[in-house]
């Protein structure tokens, strides 16, 4: 099985941009899809983007002008560039791998291994 492991969140100011990361060890990396989800204080866990790995993407529609997800698959990361950041952007970013599912993946329970999250705090 797949653990992925974020880094890379912080305290930003609005319009700053941030590169979250995320590693994802064990299992066989190429088997699996790969996503970013994200919660903020007090609402559910949204879907941000996810990427095959032939390197399709899919983004939420309210997010796709400002972030992009891409992943290196030598060395088994994903990332997501978050540009022009806003308060509202403020939350706890998941990355999770998903095996064999429908195509796009954009509910949580798709997705069989989580990270720990990585907090984006974006002050205005």
């Known amino acids: 099985q797949v653990q992925p492991v974020e880094s890379g969140g912080g305290l930003v100011q609005a319009g700053d941009s941030l590169r979250l990361s995320c590693v994802a060890s064990g299992g066989t990396f190429s088997s699996y899809l790969l996503g970013w989800f994200r919660q903020a204080p007090g609402k559910e866990r949204e879907f941000v983007a996810a990427?095959?790995?032939?390197?399709?993407?899919y983004y939420a529609n309210s997010l796709k002008d400002r972030f992009t997800i891409s992943r290196d698959n030598t060395k088994n990361m994903v990332f997501l560039q978050m540009n022009s950041l806003k308060p509202e952007d403020t939350a706890v970013y998941y990355c999770?791998?998903?095996?064999?599912?429908?195509?796009?993946?954009?509910?949580?329970?798709?997705?069989?291994?989580w990270g720990q999250g990585t907090q984006v705090t974006v002050s205005s």
């Open positions: 990427i095959t790995f032939g390197r399709t993407t």
């Open positions: 999770a791998a998903a095996g064999a599912t429908t195509w796009p993946p954009r509910e949580e329970t798709e997705y069989d291994y």
